[in-house]
């Protein structure tokens, strides 16, 4: 194990000095069979047990097991909500938050007082509130054609939540946070084994393909697609 | 308490492409320069290296090398009669930061724009007359032709590693390049990049129905390069990490692997990181400017820096907003139509269709920034008729491929669920099997597109934001709506398994979606100090020891982006400045 760390370090640095990726060419196989490197610890940061069955609920829904991946939460989509919740973009480190606030219209973009990690928090209260009184029970205690019709009325804007917080801009950083969970880095906690990678066939960070796009012209590229971690 | 520093010769703004070509020029001809960037340090050792780099998340979602909005940012508004909010977020455009600007993370595409858009009022006008252009249409000549500015597109394009196939080699039409193109003298720099699988069924289908298509001219170095100064560069490797990325092959023309790091060997250079200017200083009669004002980011202290000449090289939104901070200039009021800064503040529009073909690998990983066929058939073609959909200006058409990072690109037919097994399915399905086929349109000049200063919101030093007034007009949705058409002729021509048709844009801009990061005008260039901020030497009319680089100075925006006018400008600028101006400070043109 740190033989081949040691191996994947100096990799990276000839390739780095070097200056040309062409380097990288010279990648040995055996790093293409390394798995993530660093699996994020069990546990949350960020979300409270009630915003965690929520959120597992919903990303074992939006990606169910079949024969592409396994579900959300065996792909840690969960744990990179919790993380991205809890880090700098769940603050607002980029988003200029200065009144005075006005609704706008849609083509002037986030209007909001929230930064991302509020909205998720209060978003969640609000669509459980709204499953309560629609079906009597919070979002992870519905059964799945209920999710099903919910989720698609979130994504019409077609809900209306009580305390004016609008629905359409929470699915909006929803959707976004699940399809990050699951085709980000898996560094982020997301994209377990690069599973997402995998399904679409994407092949990662390691990408040196001045032959290949000729020699795989409108052919199907082979090889297993690499990580941060997998060459860090 | 502001410190006051002793004077220097030249005060640079910004040093990304025309603050690093006027750095290198002029500390090589003697001058004593100075640049004050906003941003950090970058190179490509610490800031590109594989695999860091390779961060769809960090740098393509979050905007990672781009400016900060908490800091300072933009108000937005469709119109006038609306209340403009402030853009909380970046989503339309990305303004880079640090030092090489957004010449670390474009895509490269390089382009010469013709006498098309630098006549453009005089040409229009003699083709199909006076009434032709919309009287709210405030389009003008540059005051610069193609011809002067031959020498410094070859220039920049030698410098930038741009690969290319030239159309038109003194006035002789080359096989295999844009036939509308300007003439050149010499060939590109470098031959063009491999075509995508992409590309060459676009080729095919355009072709069969009579257009022109070639390789876009790109500056991802197709092989290893030395440019005339000596910079190396690697050859491209196709990794589908170059827009909003740097390139850890130092195969994308970059200033900070070119021009940037020549100067800062020359003594005669002086970079100041985390230094943002805030005002440029006049002196009492208002025809001179004195200096700037900046303030150093890593402790809040605030300096006064003296100079006998300063150059506005931030990034273009950013040297328009310094200009009506300092009050140079008169600022333009689109009901009276007088004053000039903030002037004709252009887009650019588009259209796509998402083709499927069934059993084919497109491997969209395999691409890179300028990786790319297109068409100039219904743009710098001026033998195309235009009164037949009453437009002024065009769009290229073209396929590609520049990435396949899955967090934003996972093509799907219309009508696929949005998640569940359905979706995995399509996804599964069609991320390898389709491709685009992309228009990009040019946006004409009008009078009520501008910017001015916002009366209520403020960045993080307490100065007002600038507010930006924007609206495509009936001129970009004629063309919209003729460009959409041609590209569903042509991708219909490929009998795609599945197609998603492209339909021109009928509503109001939108500030959110990425779009394009081709923002223009503002601080105009022209003929007379009444209808622009420049002369063609981007010369200040107002004071004239003040300069002004970058795409603020065009007076319209064409369909081609803008890089290869910018560095073209910047290196005639350079000369001007070498040859004449710094030898003899004066206005060059007489108002």
Known sequence: MSEDNFGRRDFLKSAVIGGAAAATASLPAQVAAQSNAAAPAAGYIFLTPEEAAFVETLVDHMIPADRHTPKGTDLGVNTYIDRALAGGWGKGDRLYMQGPWAPGVPEQGYQLPLIPADLYRNGIAATNRHCVKTYGKPFDQVGETQREELLKNLDGGKVVFEGGLSSRVFFGIVYQTVMEGMFADPIYGGNKDKAGWKMVGFTGVIQVNQQNNVKYKNKKFPGEPLGIADVS | ?591
């Not at chain 2, 895509?107 to 630098?118: A, F, K, P, S, Y």
């Not at chain 2, 303030?295 to 040297?319: D, K, S």
């Not at chain 2, 195309?384 to 959909?389: A, L, P, Q, Y």
Request: hydrophobic share 35%; with cysteine; net charge positive.
């Open chain 2, 1 to 591: 308490m502001t410190t006051k520093l002793k004077e220097v010769d030249v005060l640079l703004v910004g040093l990304g492409w025309t603050g690093g070509i006027l750095a290198k020029e002029l500390t090589e001809a003697g001058h004593q320069v100075v640049a004050l960037e906003r941003g950090a340090m970058r190179s490509t050792e610490n800031d590109f290296a594989v695999p860091r780099i390779r961060d769809d998340l960090r740098y393509a979602s979050r905007n990672d090398l781009m400016q900060n909005p908490a800091k300072d940012t933009l108000t937005i508004r469709n119109n006038p009669s609306q209340l403009a909010l402030p853009m909380r977020r970046l989503g339309s455009f990305l303004p880079g930061e640090g030092v090489g600007g957004a010449g670390v993370h474009w895509n490269g595409v390089t382009w010469r724009w013709t006498d098309n858009e630098l006549k453009v009022r005089s040409l229009y006008e003699e083709r199909y007359g006076k009434n032709y252009i919309p009287a709210d249409m405030t389009i003008q000549d540059w005051g610069v032709t193609y011809a002067e500015l031959e020498p410094y597109y070859e220039k920049f394009e030698r410098t930038a590693a741009v690969s290319g196939k030239a159309g038109n080699l003194r006035g002789v039409i080359q096989k295999g390049g844009n036939p509308f193109e300007g003439p050149r003298a010499n060939e590109y720099a470098l031959p063009p990049l491999e075509s995508s699988h992409a590309s060459d069924l676009f080729n095919v289908a355009a072709t069969n129905l009579g257009h022109h298509p070639f390789p876009c001219p790109t500056a991802n170095a197709s092989r290893a390069y030395t440019n005339p100064d000596g910079s190396k560069f690697g050859a491209c490797q196709y990794c589908g990490f170059c827009e909003r990325f740097g390139c850890e092959a130092n195969a994308k023309g970059s200033p900070h692997i070119t021009v940037i790091p020549i100067a800062m060997k020359n003594p005669n250079f002086e970079l100041r990181t985390h230094a943002w200017v805030t005002k440029v200083l006049k002196d009492s009669t208002g025809k001179r400017v004195t200096g700037v004002t900046y303030t150093n980011v890593l402790n809040g202290e605030e300096f006064e820096q003296p100079a006998r000449l300063v150059v506005l090289c931030a990034y273009a939104i950013n040297n328009v907003h310094l200009m009506l901070l300092s009050g140079i200039g008169k600022p333009y009021d689109p009901i009276a139509q007088t004053g000039v800064i903030g002037k004709n503040y252009c887009y650019q529009t588009g259209a796509s269709a998402t083709l499927f073909f069934e059993g084919n690998y497109f491997n969209p990983f395999m691409g890179t920034g300028g990786l790319n066929a297109r068409t100039d058939d219904f743009h710098s073609n001026w033998n195309f008729d235009r009164s037949k959909f009453g437009y002024v200006g065009g769009a290229t058409l073209g396929a590609g491929m520049t990435n396949g990072r899955p967090i934003a690109y996972r093509p799907v037919p219309a009508g696929t669920p949005r998640w569940g097994k359905a979706w995995k399915d399509a996804t599964a399905k069609w991320y390898n099997s389709a491709m685009n086929i992309n228009a990009s349109g040019s946006v004409m000049a009008n009078r009520y597109n501008y910017y001015d200063l916002d009366p209520t919101y403020r960045n993080a030093f307490g100065l007002p934001l600038m507010r930006m007034t924007f609206d495509y007009k009936e001129n970009e949705h004629k063309m919209g709506r003729h460009i959409a058409g041609v590209i569903n002729e042509i991708a219909k021509s490929m009998n795609p398994t599945s197609l998603n048709p492209a339909s021109a844009r009928s509503g109001s801009w939108s500030v959110v979606p990425y779009q394009s990061t081709h923002n223009t005008g503002g601080t105009i260039m022209g003929t007379n100090p009444g209808n622009s901020a420049v002369n063609k030497f981007c010369q200040s009319w107002d004071c004239h020891n003040l300069f002004i680089m970058g795409a603020s100075v065009f007076p319209h925006n064409s369909a081609y982006n803008p890089t290869g006018p910018v560095g073209a400008l910047a290196y005639r600028a350079a000369d001007t400045l070498k040859n004449v101006y710094l030898k003899n400070p004066a206005p060059l043109v007489s108002a």
